[in-house]
């Protein structure tokens, strides 16, 4: 059975940066596109990267140009590095698995209920 592990929470000023990792343990994740999502208090999950199984990549809009996934298939890690953090990124951080009935070639898809094998989160705090 799949599952995740992320760390690299922390508290972080505005403008710095975090890399976060996923760590996945059952099975490898060679054949799996791997979605981060983040979730702020009072607010619904929402996805904000995807990496593909060829490393086709996908953000969503406000971490464009901020944000980088990457995968390292034989440590079983997808990581995720964020530049220039405001307040507004503070929130736990998941990463997850597209569901096996997609595609898995493709990041076209990053709605929470596409993935799973949840981790448990990473917390982000973007404070001064």
């Known amino acids: 059975q799949l599952q995740f592990v992320e760390s690299g929470g922390g508290l972080v000023q505005p403008g710095g940066s975090l890399t976060l990792t996923c760590v996945a343990s059952g099975l490898p994740i060679d054949y799996y596109a791997v979605g981060w999502f983040r979730q702020a208090p009072g607010q619904e999950r929402e996805g904000i990267s995807c990496i593909s199984t060829t490393r086709n990549t996908n953000y969503r809009d406000s971490m464009r140009g901020r944000a980088t996934v990457s995968r390292d298939n034989a440590r079983r890690s997808v990581y995720l590095q964020i530049n220039d953090l405001k307040p507004e990124d503070t929130a736990v951080y998941y990463c997850?698995?597209?569901?096996?009935?997609?595609?898995?070639?493709?990041?076209?898809?990053?709605?929470?209920?596409?993935?799973?094998?949840w981790g448990p989160g990473t917390q982000v705090t973007v404070s001064s």
């Open positions: 997850a698995a597209l569901g096996p009935q997609y595609v898995q070639t493709q990041c076209d898809r990053m709605a929470s209920d596409e993935y799973y094998s």
